[in-house]
């Protein structure tokens, strides 16, 4: 088997693998200013998706912008996330450079996509795959990928913890050899029981105090998570940004979130904001918990929140996820203020960050890794491939950290 390393190596952002020059596993976007896409965009026989982050998923639609039609293979939420996100990026970019697809390109990715379910093993340009769920988003899963010869596993993005909103992954199925990724492999999470119990704490001192959170969350799954940790606790929230649709899309897929009971309660204990007469002005002042896109502050309703509720110290911002350097929430949390939409403001408000994060730590990657002792791991998406690759090494394991561009025969 050959793999090619399109993406997503050494790096977070883009993944992209060709397996045997015909079928490719993920084709992402890595966000910045400008964005970067995979290297190549192979003519492949087939296209199979982990699940439905931007950086796994955001260049898709370039791939039927020729005259190829590839099947493209994923479960029903990650088709259903791909469309809304790839719709987001043709509303932000569409027609320049930012955006490498058409409405057109977009129109045929509902022709040629083929959905399945965990555990249902499929072909795909020559190859038998099989997906399992990966517990880091709802559809996420971990790809085996099998040419006849060779089982490769790909894992995708994987928790081993249980989330609200999804369950750890427990799937360890046989392979010969194992790419996987390593955001948090040099990262011991606290607790997430804990984590809960301090945000909690923490919004309802604000709200008691007389002060509004603004808590900005990621639309897939983050959203989702803070409004199950909400009714929980019975905060009071409101929710805005793309995350209200993708809670909504998600309700409709019951068997692939952990417990679609508490999902149906926590929609309904929050109120969905619909932005219009002025609503997100007079909300910031009522003892609220507002969640709302961005994760990190670049763009969404929080550009309407944290100027309204900045110079109020009573008021608070919890980040609720890892602030990418260079971004206004990374800023925020490191000098107390940042740019919202083209202006750089002081942040009175208090600024606290919680790390719910959605992938595996130092700990749960080794855990899965042991279950796959005897057989080469390759390590991609994360920032320190190459280090993780030789702690592998030194435990007397075959690991390897492939750059962009790489082939992997095994
Ligand atoms: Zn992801």
Not at 117 to 138: C, D, L, R, S
Request: proline share 5%; aromatic share 8%.
């Amino acid at each position: 088997m050959d793999i090619q390393f399109l993406g997503g190596a050494r790096e977070v952002g883009r993944s992209a693998l060709l397996v045997n020059d015909s079928l490719l596993l993920d084709f992402g976007l890595l966000t910045g200013n400008p964005p970067q896409f995979p290297v190549e965009t192979p003519a492949a026989d087939a296209v199979v998706v982990s699940h439905g982050h931007l950086d796994h998923v955001g260049t898709v639609p370039s791939l039927l912008s020729g005259d190829q039609r590839p099947p493209i293979h994923w479960t029903p939420p990650t088709y259903e996330l791909t469309l809304t996100l790839a719709r987001d990026t043709l509303k932000l970019h569409g027609g320049s450079y930012n955006c490498p697809f058409t409405e057109n390109d977009l129109k045929r990715v509902t022709e040629v996509s083929e959905t399945h379910g965990y555990q249902e093993t499929f072909a795909a340009a020559g190859h038998e795959v099989t997906f399992y769920t990966a517990g880091h988003i709802p559809g996420s899963a971990h790809v085996l990928v099998d040419d006849g010869d060779t089982r490769l596993l790909y894992t995708g993005d994987f928790h081993t913890d249980d989330q609200r909103l999804v369950s750890g992954t427990t799937a360890r199925p046989d392979a010969d050899a194992v790419i996987c990724e390593s955001t948090y492999s040099d990262v011991e999470h606290e607790d997430r029981e804990r984590v809960e119990a301090r945000f909690a704490e923490s919004v309802e001192t604000t709200l008691w105090e007389g002060g509004t959170v603004v808590v900005p969350a990621f639309a897939i799954g983050r959203t989702q998570e803070m409004l199950l940790i909400c009714e929980a606790y019975d905060i009071p929230c409101y929710v805005d940004g793309m995350g209200k649709r993708v809670t909504e899309m998600l309700r409709q897929y019951p068997e692939f979130v952990r417990d679609a009971d508490a999902l149906r309660r926590a929609k309904s204990h929050a109120r969905f904001v619909t932005g219009r007469d002025g609503q997100r002005g007079r909300i910031t002042d009522q003892k609220a918990a507002i969640i709302t896109t961005s994760g990190m502050l670049s763009g969404g309703p929080a550009m309407s929140y944290i100027p309204e509720i900045r110079s109020n110290p009573v008021n608070k911002v919890t980040m609720t996820g890892y602030q990418v350097d260079g971004t206004p929430g990374r800023d925020l949390l490191e000098t107390g203020s940042a740019e919202i939409d083209g202006r750089i403001m002081p942040v009175s408000a208090q600024v606290e960050q919680y790390d719910f994060s959605a992938h595996a730590d130092r700990e749960g990657l080794l855990t899965f890794l042991e279950d796959y002792r005897d057989v080469p791991v390759l390590v991609n998406h994360g920032d320190r491939c190459a280090d993780f690759a030789a702690e592998l090494e030194t435990d007397g394991r075959r690991a390897s950290a492939p750059a962009v561009g790489d082939t992997v025969s095994l």
